[in-house]
């Protein structure tokens, strides 16, 4: 019992000091969206027919290739603010 108490006390601990996950943050994802897509492209690749993805997964796919294209190491977290920045100012699909 008292083993099975201090578990639960040190996991208790644990996730209150965890980094807590944030929302996407879709002006993070502007910034960082104009700062390094924009080099090889700019927004026209997500209007009209040179639009690919047609779900929010779809948009991340996009985002994490693009980030891996050119070599950003962009955290889960920097992909999320991305895809929300596009989903946001451009494809506005239902979440």
Not at 12 to 31: H, T
Request: hydrophobic content about 45%; overall charge positive; glycine content about 8%.
């Amino acid at each position: 019992m008292r083993a099975a108490f201090a578990s639960a006390l040190a996991l208790a601990a644990i996730a209150a000091f965890a980094p807590a996950a944030r929302a996407a943050d879709a002006e993070r994802g502007r910034q960082l969206n104009a700062a390094n897509c924009q080099q090889c492209h700019d927004d026209g690749l997500y209007r009209g027919p040179a639009r690919k993805a047609r779900s929010i997964a779809e948009i991340a796919a996009q985002v994490r290739k693009g980030e891996q294209a050119l070599g950003l190491g962009w955290s889960d977290q920097d992909v999320a603010d991305v895809t929300e920045y596009l989903n946001k100012g451009f494809y506005r699909l239902a979440r």
